[in-house]
């Protein structure tokens, strides 16, 4: 996907759904439906601040079968780059944005007997979506659904009412906590589990479903990365004959579209591949964030994810 | 003439015991009795492990008893593949996750049983498979359905439709089975020579 590809939309609604999440309601400007997509697809959402561009991927959390809008939902992150903030105070009904194609890394399992969903906080949103499409299958499922406290959970309490007592829900605050090893017992062949949440939670889950004996295969996870404040670098594009300063907050592949030169992406959370690219000549380490490259990969140093990765360095240089 | 080089025909491998697993199902038939007993010695004692065998066999070759008397696992003999098949079929609905399957012997009955595992979304990090004994292949007529056992030849009559098929490396895992197709049909009663490949 590439930003010309883009389709501009409006703000319809704004809902504050929790003290730290807003619910946004897109609709495209023409008047027409969006592309269809299915439940676990995101879409990166371009936002046009004062002198800088922001670029963050979102799940669709509505209907799949419903086009006539998306709609996503964003958690506040104070100490980030910028791009949450930037939808909670500036974007308001009738706000222009851009949205990419929708793209699903995190997929239902098709063939599956039966899904089990575990989910923390605002990763709660793919799954929205995922359920909503498993209304047109027999599969059964159950969410497990942990929150901070009662009033962070409105999509819980919205899941419950409509799915009665496969929804599960914990509150930090009352002290309940996943007992994930019982969630994984006992499961039925062709069960799939989901997570999505914080990085600690998706890890545990993997975790207590390889204990009990589960395969890869059966065990699929969101892990979006926002990308991480850091030191800030300078980098020279090889290819393009720029050099480019990256500040703090502004992530590789930010900065690199920032002066104009086309990078490919699809997630821009380290989980694709999409944005690959080859270290020429690093004088320093590179710091990388991205669920893409392997241990010996990183440890080789001659290959970085740009959207999430950073490096603490004197030279680089990207063929780029 | 066996069209080759189709990557939908099966790569089988030696069974290893897969202890990230919290349950080992042992299926097999025949000679596959030999490459069971095999996996069952190098399965640590304590194992949580069942045999589903099947003394039925095109070369004769029966393991029932030692497999029988192999002791610490549960061995349920049955006379027919079929049997063994549908057994499968009722102890897998009882199934966790966690759970190994390891399938020995003939092809049409290791396709048969992966027939089975798919309906329970057994995926291949999940079930290992060894072709044990002859190499004979199922073969589906693709013109009339009719699938026939046994076949050893590049050629074989069909015994539904009698026309004569040319055995393609083609395999289809929903059929369980390579796919047959009229040999002479761009010049009738012009056969290629018939082979003995897969004795």
């Not at chain 2, 010695?41 to 194992?47: I, S």
């Amino acid at each position: 996907m590439r930003h010309d590809e883009a389709i501009p939309v409006e703000v319809a609604a704004v809902e504050q759904v929790t003290p730290l999440v807003k619910q946004f309601t897109l609709r495209r400007v023409d008047g027409g439906p969006f592309p269809p997509f299915s439940g676990g697809c995101h879409v990166v959402v371009v936002m046009h601040g004062r002198g800088r561009t922001f670029r963050n991927p979102y799940s669709l959390l509505g209907s799949p079968r419903n086009v006539d809008c998306y709609q996503i939902a964003v958690r506040r992150h104070d100490a980030g780059r910028g791009g949450s903030r930037f939808m909670h105070d500036e974007v308001r009904v009738g706000t222009r944005l851009e949205v990419g194609h929708p793209v699903n890394l995190f997929p239902l399992a098709k063939l599956a007997r039966k899904h089990v969903f575990v989910a923390g906080g605002v990763g709660i949103t793919p799954i929205l979506a995922m359920v909503d499409d498993l209304r047109s299958t027999s599969a059964p499922w159950e969410l497990h659904y942990r929150v901070r406290g009662p009033e962070h959970d409105h999509f819980g309490r919205k899941l419950r009412d409509e799915n009665g007592n496969r929804v599960h829900l914990y509150y930090g605050s009352h002290g309940q906590t996943l007992d994930l090893g019982r969630i994984v017992a006992n499961q039925p062949l062709g069960t799939h589990i989901y997570t999505c949440g914080a990085e600690q939670m998706v890890a545990a889950v993997a975790q207590a479903a390889k204990a009990a004996g589960w395969t890869d295969s059966h065990v699929h996870c969101e892990r979006f990365v926002a990308p991480p404040i850091g030191d800030p670098f300078d980098v020279h594009l090889a290819r393009s004959g720029v050099t480019v300063h990256i500040p703090s907050e502004r992530s590789l592949l930010e900065a690199i579209e920032a002066v104009g030169v086309d990078a490919p992406y699809l997630c821009r959370g380290g989980v694709c591949g999409q944005c690959e690219t080859e270290v020429l000549e690093l004088e320093g380490v590179l710091v990388h964030n991205d669920h893409w490259l392997s241990d010996e990969e990183r440890a080789a140093a001659k290959k970085i994810m740009p959207c999430v990765s950073r490096a603490r360095c004197t030279r680089l240089v990207l063929d780029r | 003439m066996l069209v080759t080089a189709i990557r939908s025909k099966p790569v089988y491998a030696t069974l290893e015991p897969d202890l990230s697993g919290t349950f080992h199902l042992l299926v097999g038939q025949g000679s596959g009795g030999d490459a069971l007993l095999r996996l069952l010695e190098k399965m640590p004692r304590g194992a949580d492990a069942q045999v589903l065998y099947a003394a039925e066999s095109r070369s004769g070759v029966d393991r029932s008893e030692p497999l029988s008397a192999f002791g610490a696992v549960q061995c349920r003999i049955f006379p027919s593949m079929a049997e063994v098949v549908a057994c499968l079929d009722q102890v897998l609905s009882t199934c966790f996750m966690g759970t190994r399957l390891y399938v020995a012997g003939s092809e049409s009955f290791i396709g048969s049983v992966g027939q089975v595992a798919a309906r329970y979304n057994l995926t291949g990090d999940e079930a290992q498979s060894e072709r044990c004994g002859s190499a004979a292949r199922r073969v589906y007529c693709i013109h009339c359905k009719t699938s026939q056992e046994n076949v050893t030849t590049n050629v074989v009559r069909c015994a539904g439709c009698e026309r004569h098929l040319l055995v393609r490396d083609h395999y289809s895992r929903r059929l369980a089975a390579y796919m047959g197709v009229m040999a002479d049909a761009a010049s009738p009663g012009t056969l290629p020579p018939v082979e003995e490949r897969l004795a």
